[in-house]
């Protein structure tokens, strides 16, 4: 296998939502720029014993909870450019999923539904009746089974650069995401991604073993479209102009959950309460950390919809 293919799986390994999601090395650590910060102290961590895993949980802030979610072969640490904004004003509660980062790789085989399961749990023991919820990537696909299987849990739901079916990828992508497994971890030992993984994972022997796992799921073919009308909690889609996802999967989406079906009317009268947000220069790779994201999604999260009218403006400059 060449070096560019190796890494073109790699990338292509990232977008998964209902497949697992490997992940290009930007993703488990953020390259360093001006957008890069420091991960916040958590106020409180630790594990926590969920049906028959011992999950990871950290908890930044202070306000109302929002459950965040990364995508794959990453850790909730790879939110550390957005995570301080983020915990302003929200209690920030990060998991590291099923097999990832600081959650060992249990016997169970890896399945948005039951990690779904898994969450909605971990919300419950620590205290919650309901929570706000966003998700990346693999993460989003784990969002979207908690809200279908248990909607009563989840408040808000956000899903970045996330789709509902196998076949919203471009094929080029499905075809390099069929090779990810065991095979490729001795290539990957110099990528972030590894070295992240080993720095913290209860075993780190066990990451040709997530390879596999995360392989083998990818290969999945699925279609939630049945689950789309599902998520009657507000829902807003967030994707780069230059994701993995084709863009008309995207507006399928968007269209899916009642948006983009008409004209919004002169009062807003004909407004969906769902939101579909293009970051533009963004793709799957860097959308996670940008800082366009914070911006427009606590908005979404807060449940700010007034925006001034037309008519105010203009008797503003009255």
Do not use: C
Not at 21 to 35: L, V
Not at 109 to 134: F, N, R, T
């Amino acid at each position: 296998m060449s070096r560019s293919m190796f890494f073109a799986i790699l990338a292509s390994a990232a977008a998964l939502f209902a497949a697992p999601g490997a992940t290009k090395a930007e993703e488990a650590k953020p390259p360093m720029t001006s957008e890069t910060k420091a991960m916040p102290k958590p106020a409180k961590s630790g594990l926590l014993p969920i049906n028959g895993l011992n999950y990871y949980y950290a908890v930044f802030g202070r306000g109302e909870p929002l459950l965040l979610l990364h995508g794959g072969l990453g850790t909730t640490d790879m939110f550390a450019p957005i995570l301080p904004k983020l915990a302003e004003n929200r209690t920030v509660i990060g998991v590291d999923l099923h097999g990832h980062g600081r959650t060992a790789l249990g016997d169970r085989a890896l399945s948005l539904e039951a990690m779904g399961d898994d969450m909605a749990a971990i919300v419950k023991a620590l205290g919650y009746d309901k929570v706000d919820v966003m998700g990346y990537s693999l993460g989003g696909g784990v969002a979207f089974r908690m809200a279908v299987q248990h909607p009563e849990t989840v408040g808000r739901l956000v899903l970045v650069s996330t789709g509902y079916a196998s076949d919203g990828f471009y094929a080029d992508m499905r075809t390099q995401q069929a090779q990810v497994g065991a095979a490729m971890a001795d290539m990957m030992k110099d990528t972030p991604m590894y070295k992240s993984y080993v720095a913290v994972a209860p075993r780190p022997q066990d990451f040709p073993k997530l390879l596999d796992q995360l392989g083998a799921h990818m290969r999945k073919d699925y279609d939630y479209s049945a689950d789309v009308p599902k998520l009657k909690m507000p829902v807003m889609l967030v994707f780069g102009d230059s994701d993995m996802y084709r863009p008309e999967h995207e507006i399928k989406f968007y269209q899916m959950l009642g948006g983009g079906l008409k004209d919004a009317g002169w009062m807003r009268e004909n407004l969906a309460q769902n939101r579909l947000a293009i970051l533009p220069n963004r793709t799957h790779y860097d959308v996670f950390f940008a800082p366009e994201l914070t911006a427009v999604t606590l908005p979404f999260l807060n449940g700010e919809t007034k925006v001034k009218t037309w008519d105010e403006i203009v008797s503003e400059t009255e």
